[in-house]
């Protein structure tokens, strides 16, 4: 009443005030109190006397449903900062510092900027440095988006928490605490948490119309009552009871009985819905943008074309490059072995085997000297690539992949590609999402070609490519100003800020915790077609809830006209309540068909 606004809780409150006033006084002072008084059960439509009503049980039902849904509601909603302790838990706890010439491990709270910190193999960086010593693979697609790891060597900046593969390091940390990159990031998730504005509820909405409605309803029927017959208690009874049959028992259970249904279906689907809020939004959105590693693609590297030079098998070729690979810690070492081994069976072991920094591996297999690397390895050794295996070496280049080249012998033998492998539902997902009437966009901070092919893979037209993380949400942003509803699919770290900057924050459940908290659904399954189920059944719990409000409000309304007639016998009432929740529950238990 203070700030001049009507929603659900002046409803109920007016209602249930109204209901246990009239029954105190129709207790104390009426018949109601009377020995040997009971409730006729009787339900004709006849002109009752207010003194012996009583509405004490849907006082004290509706007071219960409406706490037990604002319970169920408060349970299925985020945690308010989660997402930030996800974030920062990513980062390393200790660090091994270089002091006067030890090595000694300190939390990483103490490092300060000029610092010298060692980073073994399989390390997470512990702050933002420039690398003064050693050479190594680092893998940023957690924070970056970058599907490829990062060869580094002296001179070469690297971020916290991203994590040394290979070779080991000695970094000089030029940012530490609140101004690392993993703590902009952070504080980015923070902001537009903060901004985000909630989705007024439904029910405060249709409130906002039918609390004045049943007011002005109430005071007309009691000015009418005392001007036709000037009898006051008849005209009271006749207002209080438009206010008590007002009150729908039902409006307590419409939202939470279709969202605990709706979730329920959902979890067995692998859907995890946050809140009431979240499926307004799904309503309205008509841009969905797919980060492009861990999302469209798995995220992991993968064996993509073996091409090979005249008079070379394939199986020749992958024997001898993947058991050369095998013995290296590279990603895209791994990525070879792993298709080799899988291609050809069981692969040989080396008979030596030698890791040059940045360029590649060479050694002996079966007797072979085997080379595996870029172009410039076997420069070193005066090979030069064939025209149709450099020809094929440039297609893949430009299409995104990572080309290898492999000799033995003092010959190029072929070239192997390695790509990050797209999800066999990725395209099946992006043409659901399109009948949903969704326009897909391919955001991804990986570069302009390898996202154009993965675009074309899966049938999505608009691709923004080489984005920074913290663009991302600059991105999001553009688009809501170009009057689009945008939903964003992420799993990374990159994306936890444009996953709660979007207006449907979409996480997949494989992706890291940061992701999952800033989303307002979560994906367990790691599908993208789990996208599309969850946007339907989103929608269709949003409809059921709907609906629900509208038959809670209907049978009360029905009975309005009988009240402010005077003729509302409490088991009309009692009967109009108890149909309405009723209803709404059967209706809600509808979403366990859902498939």
């Given at each position: 009443a203070r700030h001049g606004a009507a929603t659900m809780d002046t409803l109920v409150s007016i209602g249930t005030l109204a209901a246990l006033g009239w029954s105190l006084w129709a207790l104390f002072f009426g018949h109601a109190g009377m020995p040997g008084m009971r409730h006729?059960?009787?339900?004709?439509?006849?002109?009752?006397?207010?003194?012996?009503?009583?509405?004490?049980e849907a006082a004290a039902g509706v007071t219960t449903f409406i706490l037990a849904g604002r319970y169920l509601e408060a349970k299925s909603k985020r945690k308010a900062g989660a997402a930030l302790r996800a974030l920062l838990e990513l980062g390393a706890k200790?660090?091994?510092?270089?002091?006067?010439?030890?090595g000694m491990r300190i939390p990483v709270a103490d490092l300060a900027v000029g610092d010298l910190f060692v980073v073994r193999p399989g390390e997470k960086i512990a702050t933002d440095g420039t690398?003064?010593?050693?050479?190594?693979?680092?893998?940023a697609s957690m924070l970056t988006g970058e599907s490829v790891p990062v060869d580094v060597t002296a001179g070469d900046a690297v971020t916290g928490a991203t994590v040394n593969v290979s070779g080991r390091l000695v970094v000089r940390a030029t940012r530490v605490g609140a101004d690392t990159q993993l703590s902009r990031m952070a504080k980015l998730v923070e902001d537009a948490q903060n901004g985000k504005a909630a989705v007024q509820r439904l029910a405060d909405r249709i409130s906002g119309i039918f609390v004045p409605v049943v007011l002005l309803i109430a005071l007309a029927t009691l000015l009418t009552w005392l001007l036709t017959t000037g009898d006051a208690t008849a005209a009271f009874t006749a207002a209080v009871a438009v206010l008590i049959i007002a009150c729908p028992c039902a409006l307590g259970l419409a939202t939470p009985t279709a969202l605990m249904v709706g979730t329920g279906r959902g979890a067995q689907l692998g859907i995890l819905i946050k809140g009431p809020e979240v499926l307004e939004s799904t309503r309205r959105v008509d841009t969905v943008v797919l980060d492009k590693t861990g999302t469209v693609t798995t995220g992991r590297m993968a064996l993509h074309e073996v091409i090979t030079a005249p008079g070379v098998t394939e199986q020749e070729l992958l024997r001898l490059a993947g058991a050369l690979e095998h013995a290296s810690?590279?990603?895209?070492?791994?990525?070879?072995?792993?298709?080799a081994a899988a291609r050809t069976g069981a692969l040989p072991v080396p008979e030596s085997f030698e890791n040059i920094a940045g360029l590649g591996v060479q050694g002996v297999v079966d007797g072979h000297a085997v080379l595996v690397g870029r172009e410039k390895l076997?420069?070193?050794?005066?090979?030069?690539?064939?025209?149709?295996?450099?020809?094929?070496?440039?297609?893949?280049?430009?299409?995104?992949?990572?080309?290898?080249?492999?000799?033995?012998?003092?010959?190029?033998?072929?070239?192997?590609?390695?790509?990050?492998?797209?999800?066999d539902t990725s395209a099946a997902a992006v043409a659901e999402l399109r009948r949903l009437g969704l326009a897909p966009v391919l955001l991804t901070g990986d570069n302009k070609a390898v996202a154009e092919a993965v675009a074309r893979e899966v049938g999505i037209d608009e691709v923004i490519a080489e984005v920074l993380p913290q663009d991302k949400v600059d991105v999001v942003k553009r688009l809501q100003a170009e009057g689009r509803s945008v939903a964003m699919v992420g799993d990374g770290v990159n994306d936890a800020a444009a996953l709660a900057t979007a207006d449907l924050g979409l996480a997949m459940g494989t992706g890291t915790d940061a992701a999952i908290e800033a989303g307002d659904l979560t994906l367990v399954r790691g599908d993208l077609l789990a996208a599309a189920d969850a946007i339907r059944l989103s929608r269709r719990t949003l409809g059921t809830i709907k609906g629900n409000l509208f038959w809670a409000f209907g049978y009360n309304i029905a009975a309005l006209p009988l009240a402010a007639a005077g003729m509302l016998n409490p088991m009309i009432a009692g009967a109009a309540m108890a149909f309405s929740?009723?209803?709404?529950?059967?209706?809600?238990?509808?979403?366990?068909?859902?498939t």
């Open positions: 006729g059960f009787d339900f004709s439509v006849s002109r009752a006397g207010g003194s012996s009503s009583i509405y004490l200790d660090v091994s510092v270089l002091r006067d010439g030890r690398v003064v010593e050693g050479g190594s693979a680092v893998d810690e590279h990603p895209i070492a791994q990525a070879i072995a792993d298709g076997l420069a070193e050794w005066v090979i030069e690539l064939p025209a149709e295996l450099a020809a094929a070496k440039a297609t893949a280049e430009s299409e995104g992949r990572t080309a290898v080249a492999v000799a033995w012998d003092g010959q190029a033998r072929g070239v192997l590609t390695v790509a990050d492998a797209v999800k929740s009723v209803f709404v529950v059967t209706n809600s238990l509808r979403l366990r068909r859902f």
